[in-house]
């Protein structure tokens, strides 16, 4: 059975008006249809800037209309032969660009409540990464114990920090993390505005920007050590891609080698071999990863389907898995499709 790490809820497009406190409305995560570059468009405001903006319907026309609920859903899910999938939000990723501190709280909040009573409560497949506010990372410890409480395996934390991840004044918040054995996750397009130029070639420019702070996210996190002091910690990196994974490796294994008198802290072990085992990536269209399972080991790699966005794998997810995988040996199949992520999450199929 296939369990995908890389999924997306569509939200309502009145959810944080609804859920968040009356005073900070204007702030709050919105949509309204206005006028931009001459034309009709939906725009998305977070935190009163705008975050995006689209033609209208572009949501309900390009997205598969079961993904909208819980229980239909599952029926799609059917159909690709997935069992279990990571839900992270879809307008629901903006809210990393919330500055205010009450703003990003409030927002985390209404998010999280709305996921635990719609989709999480329907049914054990659905597996839910809560909402974390980092403006403050009082905010943040305190959301992860909420979020334990409401029965989230998996926190979700922007690719791009306020402030780097490998600054001490995350510790307490790893350190959480791992003792409760809840996982970190980062999606791209997180944190910073992904529209890095509107210039030549921008469609694939900006695509392609979304995995850097990614791989500076799990650089960072691997370097200060955090996974010698938290080893039950685990990084997944969502919809990256996998295959800049044996390029990190093998980088940081050069400097933690040459440069080894001027590294501090001093690692446990060489990157490689903490990156094998703590950190993960996923991908959906990734044949190249398959070549260097020798540097990554295969526990690093999670597969994710990123329904119901157009990125995607459905419909036609099996013969998308058909044609990356080719004649790759079963067993590793398995296990980069659905096996660790099942280890990881404590997801049972039943018989
Ligand atoms: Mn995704």
Redesign the pocket.
């Given at each position: 059975m296939l369990h995908s790490a890389?999924?997306?809820i569509l939200e309502p497009v009145d959810l944080w008006l609804e859920n968040m406190p009356a005073s900070l409305r204007d702030l709050a995560p919105q949509t309204h249809k206005e006028q931009r570059r001459g034309r009709p468009q939906e725009v998305i405001y977070v935190d009163g800037k705008v975050a995006r903006y689209e033609p209208p319907g572009l949501q309900e026309q390009t997205r598969p209309p079961n993904a909208f609920d819980p229980v239909k859903r599952l029926e799609d899910l059917d159909s690709q032969g997935i069992w279990a999938e990571l839900l992270?939000p879809s307008v629901g990723l903006w809210c990393s660009l919330i500055e205010t501190r009450e703003v990003a709280l409030e927002a985390a909040k209404a998010y999280n409540d709305w996921q635990a009573d719609t989709f999480l409560r329907t049914s054990p497949r659905y597996i839910g990464a809560a909402m974390i506010p980092i403006v403050d990372v009082n905010d943040a410890i305190a959301e992860v114990e909420r979020s334990l409480g409401l029965g989230y395996p998996a926190a979700l934390l922007p690719a791009t920090p306020p402030v780097p991840y490998n600054d001490e004044l995350y510790e307490p918040l790893w350190a959480l993390l791992a003792e409760s054995g809840m996982h970190l996750c980062m999606?791209?397009g997180t944190g910073m505005d992904p529209m890095v130029t509107r210039g030549q070639g921008g469609a694939i420019i900006n695509y392609v920007e979304t995995l850097f702070p990614l791989q500076r996210a799990a650089l960072h996190l691997v370097a200060a050590g955090v996974f010698d002091r938290h080893p039950d910690l685990h990084l997944v990196c969502?919809?990256g891609g996998a295959s800049w994974l044996p390029g990190l490796i093998e980088r940081m294994d050069e400097a933690a080698r040459s440069h080894a008198d001027w590294v501090k802290p001093k690692l446990s072990r060489p990157p490689s071999e903490i990156i094998r085992t703590n950190v993960h990536a996923?991908f959906?269209n990734d044949k190249a990863i398959l070549l260097t399972l020798d540097v990554t080991g295969v526990p690093s790699l999670l597969w994710?389907s990123?329904y119901p966005?157009l990125?995607?794998t459905w419909p036609r997810t099996q013969q998308v898995l058909d044609d990356i995988f080719g004649d790759t040996d079963d067993d590793i199949r398995a296990r980069i499709t659905g096996g660790t992520m099942a280890e990881l999450f404590g997801i049972e199929v039943p018989a």
């Open positions: 890389d999924s997306h992270f999606h791209i969502v919809e996923t959906q994710g990123d966005h990125e995607g």
